[in-house]
């Protein structure tokens, strides 16, 4: 379902199978709050982009940790709406063969261009054949 407004472009900064281990949507506005999640989500070794905040949002959605790797989580649209901007979230499910028995903690991490509104997240389960 996709909500009435305008859609907003975003880009990913960040995605991957070994975020932090629990499950939460977050919506960061300055900088130490983008330190704060790249500590949790990028090796030391890796440098995170920087961010303007004046002119940026950045959105960190973490699924939690999972039995196998047969799970992913993915920011599929954005929509600003009059009063609201709303953020639509893929849970993803991957059934079949092929899935590794390791815990992940599947993430993606977005940006986009500031947004001064409240932010909702609306969560879809997927089911997907691998």
């Not at 790249?38 to 940026?56: A, G, H, L």
């Not at 949002?57 to 940790?65: D, L, P, S, W, Y």
């Not at 261009?113 to 691998?130: L, M, S, Y």
Request: proline fraction near 6%.
């Amino acid at each position: 379902m996709t909500s009435i407004g305008f859609r907003i472009n975003f880009q990913t900064i960040g995605k991957g199978l070994w975020g932090p281990c629990e499950a939460g949507y977050h919506v960061i506005q300055n900088a130490e709050e983008w330190d704060e999640i790249c500590r949790k989500c990028f090796p030391p070794d890796v440098v995170p982009p920087e961010i303007n905040f004046s002119n940026t949002t950045v959105i960190a959605v973490f699924m939690g940790e999972c039995p196998t790797s047969g799970f992913d989580v993915e920011v599929k649209e954005i929509t600003d709406t009059i009063f609201r901007v709303v953020v639509k979230v893929a849970w993803i499910t991957y059934a079949g063969k092929g899935v590794a028995q390791a815990f992940t903690s599947p993430f993606h991490i977005i940006k986009v261009q500031k947004i001064n509104k409240p932010i909702t997240f609306q969560t879809v389960w997927e089911i997907e054949d691998c």
